[in-house]
């Protein structure tokens, strides 16, 4: 199982939430940085992942909490479908 950690004190913007993303999880180069995109990436997945979240709070106040609501809503229902494709 893949982890990918995401730390609010290092995140400034969107830019570089998607960053540290595509330094984990490689995106490939037609990468569109929306949730939409993370979403399609993620479901190609054959591999659990597990995100976490520190700063959460620092991440809310830079990126907009429904922003970062919506990015776990991502990470969730993809999870939810990677698990529903292989049962």
């Given at each position: 199982?893949?982890?990918?950690?995401?730390?609010?004190?290092?995140?400034?913007?969107?830019?570089?939430?998607?960053?540290?993303?595509?330094?984990?999880l490689h995106f490939p180069e037609y990468f569109?940085?929306?949730?939409?995109?993370?979403?399609?990436?993620?479901?190609?997945?054959?591999?659990?992942?597990?995100?976490?979240?520190?700063?959460?709070?620092?991440?809310?106040?830079?990126?907009?909490?429904?922003?970062?609501?919506?990015?776990?809503?991502?990470?969730?229902?993809?999870?939810?479908?990677v698990v529903r494709q292989y049962e």
């Amino acid at each position: 199982m893949m982890k990918i950690i995401i730390d609010g004190t290092m995140i400034q913007n969107k830019e570089d939430l998607y960053q540290a993303m595509d330094d984990v999880l490689h995106f490939p180069e037609y990468f569109g940085h929306n949730l939409d995109a993370l979403y399609d990436v993620l479901t190609e997945r054959t591999d659990r992942l597990t995100a976490e979240f520190f700063h959460y709070d620092l991440l809310t106040e830079k990126l907009g909490e429904e922003f970062c609501e919506q990015l776990c809503r991502v990470f969730l229902d993809a999870d939810a479908a990677v698990v529903r494709q292989y049962e």
